[in-house]
């Protein structure tokens, strides 16, 4: 995997790189495959190199509650954009469209062709409906007082206080339960925007081939309960834990790395036992899953349902089927 150095423009802010061509997008619920799916298609072609599409993926040192993609997995394909962000670094929507431009750049002028994997719908709608989501990150001072203040008693509050203050219509928008959405948030106004609906306005979109991969509901959620047994039983997500506290971070952040390590603390101080971590983890995921299949279904409405009952083989060979002519995967 790579650690992804994001591009300055002429006057060394964050800037983006023109792609040339349509892209192939994996997406789809957690636990449904895409990486299998992605890495098979990878090795058939052998010019290809994945993005990481997964909001929580792109975190630092929280590989195993998100079940980011491991080297044996990969087997040899390179994987751009996942564990470079720090955890308690503010990381953007906006920060994604840029990095991951960067990247379908990068991967086209050195000949090879990038494919797109991940299930955060709202990253990949505002890469594929070029969305304007203003300037990346704020100044430095703002956004570093903003972040020593969320980390307070009560001080996630008064920045949604702000927040709710200068944009009423925000709290249909913003998660105000999460800090970097909320300071982010407070970034666009701080822009220059009326509003953070106005915003989302409308950049150059990025043309590609999507790809929606379906699992029967039953089979989903075993493979989730199978996931979060094994990041229990062998104590994986435990190390994960340890070794993030150990570099300094509080449950807040921690717990902002995705599901899991919620009921990984709780397990640890003796407040559950092992089987009630892995029934509540696999319970919220269970929930996060269904949430994504409604997602894309109401967002992702033209791309290809691929069904994942005969395996990944088939799948592989349906996207390589169907996105031969559109990008060019097969020449």
């Known amino acids: 995997m790579e650690i992804c150095a994001r591009p300055l423009d002429a006057h060394g802010r964050p800037g983006t790189v023109p792609v040339s061509s349509p892209v192939v997008v994996i997406a789809g619920p957690t636990a449904v495959g895409k990486t299998a799916v992605a890495v098979a298609v990878a090795s058939q072609i052998g010019n290809v190199e994945l993005i ?17 993609a491991t080297e044996e997995q990969l087997g040899g394909v390179r994987l751009h954009l996942s564990g470079y962000v720090g955890l308690s670094e503010l990381y953007s929507v906006w920060d994604w469209v840029r990095d991951c431009k960067a990247a379908m750049a990068r991967i086209e002028q050195a000949g090879n062709i990038p494919l797109i994997v991940g299930g955060t719908g709202l990253f990949l709608e505002a890469l594929l409906s070029g969305w304007s989501l203003g300037a990346g990150a704020g100044a430095p001072p703002t956004r570093s ?12 509050a008064q920045l949604v206080s702000e927040l709710l203050a200068r944009d009423p219509g925000a709290a249909e928008i913003v998660d105000v339960r999460n800090p970097r959405r909320v300071i982010r948030a407070l970034e666009q106004l701080d822009a220059g925007f009326p509003s953070v609906g106005n915003a989302r306005g409308i950049e150059t979109r990025v043309a590609a081939v999507p790809f929606l991969l379906e699992m029967e509901r039953s089979l989903n959620d075993s493979i989730i309960y199978s996931r979060a047994k094994q990041m229990i039983q062998d104590g994986s997500l435990l190390l994960e834990i340890g070794a993030l506290r150990a570099q300094g971070f509080g449950e807040a952040e921690i717990c902002s790395g995705g599901i899991g390590y919620l009921e990984g603390m709780a397990l640890q101080e003796g407040q559950i036992s092992a089987a009630e971590a892995v029934e509540r983890i696999a319970r919220r995921t269970r929930k996060y899953a269904k949430a994504q299949r409604t997602w894309f279904r109401h967002h992702l409405k033209d791309a290809t349902p691929v069904p994942m009952g005969d395996g990944v083989a088939s799948a592989a060979g349906m ?13």
């Open 52 to 68: 990481n599409a997964d909001s929580r993926q792109v975190r630092r040192g929280c590989s195993v509650a998100t079940c980011a």
């Open 145 to 156: 007082s903003r972040s020593v203040l969320a980390q307070e008693p009560g001080g996630l």
């Open 319 to 331: 996207v390589l089927a169907h996105s031969a002519g559109p990008r060019a995967l097969i020449n």
